[in-house]
């Protein structure tokens, strides 16, 4: 079963900057996509940005100019870097992955389990 663990959520001011990471883990899979959702209370969960393995991204517009998501494929780790934050990108930022699990024979997709982003003004 693959797994994926977020980090570098914390607490900043507004104007500064923040990098999370996941990583997947597991037995036997490999990735074809990874990406960055938020979900902000009492809002739905928002997707900021995907890229595949090959390096193609996609972003939310209200990111794009802010945000930038990259990925260490031999690595299974994918990174969000943002910058110039403000209150409103206070958050649970989530990773998503998907691929396939050799062990189960299966299609994936899967999410971390969140990590707090929290923006003081």
């Known amino acids: 079963q693959v797994q994926l663990v977020e980090s570098g959520g914390g607490l900043v001011q507004a104007g500064d900057s923040l990098r999370l990471s996941c990583v997947a883990s597991g037995p036997s899979f490999s990735i074809s996509v990874m990406g960055w959702y938020r979900q902000a209370p009492g809002k739905q969960r928002d997707m900021l940005a995907t890229?595949?393995?090959?390096?193609?991204?996609n972003y939310a517009h209200s990111v794009k100019d802010r945000f930038t998501i990259s990925i260490n494929s031999p690595k299974n780790t994918v990174y969000l870097e943002m910058n110039n934050l403000s209150p409103a990108d206070t958050a649970v930022y989530y990773c998503?992955?998907?691929?396939?699990?050799?062990?189960?024979?299966?299609?994936?997709?899967?999410w971390g389990q969140g990590t707090q982003v929290t923006v003081s003004s």
């Open positions: 890229i595949s393995t090959s390096g193609a991204a």
């Open positions: 998503n992955a998907g691929g396939n699990d050799y062990m189960q024979q299966i299609n994936f997709n899967t």
